[in-house]
């Protein structure tokens, strides 16, 4: 149907396309006011900042004497705001005539700058008051400080320069709020003119040929506008890695650490706990068959003196006190008294003067007379880990991210990468006379011997009752034995007299508490972030 005369031909009216196109246009206008509101609070900070850095500069009495974070901060403060100041100053004009998206080259500086200053503010919170403190000068902790500069004539009072402290933080607080402000509208407003240019280009109503010259060329230009986008977002994603290697070791120990303890910690939040259950023992019924069937007593007696029990001892393994002792409960006192340990009497006169060492099934000592060997090959990954990963406390471990790698001479240096050692050996390990495992081998020969074994995965040496179960049945009490030897790992130590047999440091020999513990391979220096070893 033809329309009527004297009318014209609309295009059709698509609510996407007002809704684009008004926000295209408004969007700006935040960023612009943005820019110019920055400039007030950079001007008084600057002010502060500036008249600070020249007294610290002027006195000698207030750069040498004190604590050196206010030396430090105060020039960051005053560095950093003169740039902040002139560069927000000389791009106000540009970035308020130009279009978008060509306004989104300013976001990267806008993005390095506020982080720098944002750094200023964090090391002015070490020594700047807050609001309750200046209302009570006597609990600031650079109470010194101020009155010294107050007695030099820049301040009036104590409590005057405590508020420029504290307005010199707020300041530098408000402007990277305010530059991340501008930031989002600015990403906003180039985001939008994108979306408002595609529509216009991909119209259906006019032909391409009708478009005006910078819609035809709009395609063109879009490819180095995403070009640089993607430049944009690679430059932001490597830029804060790239601070980060530059800062000095000891921050970088530090982030490390809160980075690797935050993971441990949730780990051990989330982390799936079983515990195990066992039934109720009728202790009443057993004391009473054990009063009504007491025929040990004279056995009892007999072993009860000392010097008969050293002489039975020194004539039988250890295997055989214990398999005695199972006879009854008061032959099991009388042996294995509570109030002593078992491994200082008993082990002392049982099984053959020499090699003594412990069964790695179960607790009982073994010497080369009573001991069995026995190939278990299937648990090498869990051998491997127990003897190269050392434990480390939190502050071992971030002295060991702190030493040279090179030389003992170079520099400090941080090295973020975990260790690759899959399966390391004896010969390339550090440390390795001076440390000793469960088995608590007596002697350089059983050391040796054990050492081997461990190392290799094998032979295993157990005791006569042990020696009775079947490959399988080793295999699974090996490799649980092992997953819960490297979870409690054991250091034993001379100077560990009483301790011998708890969860200690490698490095400063303390106890480790309940917490996240460090694990560092001995080959590499690295840290070993296997899952085999827990927290």
Known sequence: MLPAAGTMLLPKFKIQHFVAGVIADFTPIPAMLLRFAILIPLGLYQSIAKSHWKAIGK????????????????????????????????????????????????????????????????????????????????????????????????????????????????????ICALVASMVFFNIGNCFFACIRLGKEVNSSGISHAQLPIWSQLLPTLMLPIRDFGLLCFWILFYIPCLAFRRLPASIQSRALFAMRYSVKYMHAKFQRRT?????????????????EENTDAPLA???????????????????????????????????????HAPNSFLRTYSCNPGFKAHCYICPNQI????????????????????????PHCSTCYLRTLREPRVGAHAPAQIDTRRCSCRYPTASTTRHVQSRQFFHGVVG???????????????PLLICRTCNQLSDAELAAIGTARLKGEMRTRVSTTSDLKGVAYLRCCFECRKVLEKGARWWVCDSCNKECRSGLHGL
């Open 444 to 458: 350089i020969d059983a050391h040796s011997t054990l050492e081997e074994a461990r190392t290799r995965g094998g």
């Open 301 to 339: 007696e007999f072993l009860s003196v000392s010097d008969v029990l050293v002489m039975i001892t020194t004539h039988l393994h250890h295997v055989d006190i214990t398999n005695l002792s199972l006879v009854s409960r008061r032959i099991h006192r009388t042996l294995l008294p509570a109030q």
């Open 275 to 291: 515990y195990a259950q066992g039934a109720r023992v009728n202790h009443s019924a057993c004391n009473t068959a054990l009063q």
């Open 59 to 174: 006195y000698p009495e207030l750069r040498d004497a004190y604590s050196l974070q206010v030396l430090s901060g105060e020039r960051m403060a005053f560095k950093w705001s003169q740039i902040n100041f002139y560069y927000h100053l000389a791009v106000l004009i540009p970035s308020t005539f130009l279009l978008p998206p060509v306004t989104i080259i300013f976001t990267i500086p806008d993005v390095v700058l506020a982080t720098y200053l944002g750094l200023t503010g964090t090391s002015q919170k070490s020594y700047a008051p807050s609001n309750m403190d200046c209302e009570d000068p006597a609990s600031l902790s650079n109470l010194v400080f101020l009155q010294a500069a107050a007695s030099l004539g820049l301040l009036t009072n104590v409590e005057r320069a405590c508020k420029e402290f504290e307005q010199q933080r707020n300041f530098a607080l408000v």
């Open 367 to 390: 010497c080369t007379a009573c001991l069995f060997r026995r190939e278990l090959k299937a648990a090498q990954i869990f051998y491997d880990h127990l003897f190269h990963c050392l």
